[in-house]
């Protein structure tokens, strides 16, 4: 018989505690492994007793609702996913491909916040491990909307799994009248991670959560935007960047649920299931272009027009208000709906293998041409971003693309040079690899130097 233990309902912050049944901690598929030893449930919400099993629970609910989507049943590293819910003290959290690794805040002497402690937080990091099982061509690509996109994902996640709660589908339900796209508990994400890293890094968070679905962001080519600035404003970082895809579909799951009222917990978390394989069916098949968002929106309004015909409208109006597709691009999806390759809106599974370019490296401090992996062309792709007035864009150049990208990566310190480049340019704080601040690294193979990543960050490592 399953025992049950007391979590929270979603957040810390929200203060609400709620029963649930004890997660079987070695459950296949996507299982997790958590170090030794195993501890005993405990009601203290301060205990670690208390922090392990309200972990256990949030990623075994996640995988569970994610699981059924995802096409090999298993992570990418194989059938074990590591759990490591106190790593250390900075204010970050991250997916390494082996592991999710969560990290404590502090505020002060002894005062302390558990990335681990947020079910948010925790959903987020899983989602960034389900994307890479589904679609791991996104992880090595040097492309600025892929990454942010990644960030999105996460957020998404921790939206969609915290509907799978009864009782927060009840809440959220009565706060909103049945219009979830608003200012609620259910948008603001992390919110008592968020909080506390708003004081001591102001710019990294918003006053009351991590980040908000909840919001007016639209697109532009990140090479546009400032490199950072405070979170009232949209910028390149791939945080900031992942609003403007996290609010349309936060936006688009509201439509959802009003095309059939009225909205009752039972149909909310219907539209959770819908979401969540119009997403996966998206980024299985979405050609990893530099223009990504526009490229994954598409594939949405196709897989969500597929499954109702009233769909079509709600995404084309969400992608379309926030710039991420053009006026003429939406209508083209939507008057091919069977989508064919002619059209450039092809629906089978994108797993062409990646080219690569060697980019000049002496600006690096590097004696060797530094290989990375390239975008893929967007020629004879079809989706395009809209510029200010609702036109398409015009395709953004490979090169340029990931040359920005790669330029930003060393401008902000995170890549590890490890035995690569000149002393000049390997001083600063993102040496030590292990120190949890840098993406990426440098590797030779083949005697080739390759820039790879290693992992991604969520909190104050926000930078890629
Ligand atoms: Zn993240």
């Known amino acids: 018989m399953v025992g049950q233990i007391q979590i929270w309902e979603n957040d810390p912050a929200s203060s609400s505690l709620v029963k649930a049944d004890k997660p079987n901690i070695k459950q296949l598929p996507f299982r997790y492994t958590f170090p030794p030893p195993a501890l005993a449930p405990d009601p203290d919400t301060t205990s670690p007793n208390f922090r392990y099993w309200n972990a256990a629970e949030a990623l ?4 569970d609702f994610w699981g059924p989507a995802v096409p090999d049943q298993q992570w ?31 505020l002060g002497p002894g005062s302390f916040v558990y990335a681990a402690g947020s ?46 709660i009864e ?60 490199p950072m600035g405070p979170s009232s404003i949209l910028t390149a970082r791939s945080h900031s960047f992942s609003r403007v895809f996290t609010g349309a579909v936060f936006e688009s799951l509201a439509g959802m649920l009003a095309v059939n009222p009225p909205a009752t917990p039972d149909r909310l978390r219907d539209v959770t299931f819908e979401m969540r394989d119009i997403m996966i069916e998206a980024v299985r098949s979405a050609p990893v272009v530099p223009q990504f968002y526009a490229s994954v929106a598409a594939k949405m309004v196709l897989a969500a027009s597929a499954r109702n015909g009233a769909y079509r409208a709600v995404f084309r109006d969400a ?13 083209n999806i939507l008057s091919s709906p069977t989508a064919n390759d002619d059209t450039g809106f092809a629906v089978a599974p994108h797993t062409d293998r990646p080219t690569f370019s060697a980019l000049p490296s002496s600006h690096y401090g ?48 995170r890549v590890d040079y490890g035995e690569f480049g000149g002393r000049d340019h390997k001083g600063g704080k993102a040496q030590n690899p292990s120190s949890g601040d840098s993406t990426h690294r440098l590797e030779l193979v083949d005697d080739q130097l390759w820039l790879r990543r290693i992992r991604i960050c969520c909190g104050q490592c926000m930078a890629t």
Not at 60 to 63: E, P
Not at 184 to 204: K, N, V, Y
Not at 319 to 331: D, N
């Open 60 to 63: 075994r609910r996640g995988a």
């Open 76 to 106: 990418f590293g194989g059938p074990d996913l590591e759990v490591r819910l106190n790593v250390g003290t900075r204010w970050n959290a991250n997916y390494d491909r082996r592991a999710l690794n969560f990290y404590r805040g502090q």
């Open 119 to 164: 079910a948010d937080m925790l959903c987020h990091e899983l989602g960034h491990a389900i994307l890479d099982a589904v679609q791991p061509l996104l992880w090595n690509s040097g492309n600025a909307e892929a990454v942010a996109f990644h960030e999105s994902f996460g957020d998404v996640s921790a939206i969609l799994c915290a509907l799978q």
């Open 167 to 226: 009782t927060m589908r009840n809440s959220i339900l009565a706060s909103t009248n049945g219009n979830i796209y608003c200012n609620s508990r259910l948008s603001r994400i992390a919110e008592q991670f968020g909080t506390a890293l708003h004081t001591i890094f102001p710019d990294d968070a918003d006053q009351d959560c991590l980040r908000n679905a909840w919001n007016p962001f639209c697109y532009a080519p990140p090479t546009s935007l400032p």
């Open 319 to 331: 992608f379309v208000r926030r710039l991420i597709l053009s006026l003429e691009v939406a209508a």
């Open 366 to 413: 590097l004696d060797k041409p530094l290989h990375i992996e390239l975008p893929a062309d967007p020629v004879g792709t079809a989706a395009r971003s809209a510029t200010r007035d609702g036109r398409s864009m015009a395709p953004l150049n490979v090169e340029e693309a990931v040359t920005t990208f790669v330029d930003r990566l060393f401008m902000r310190g």
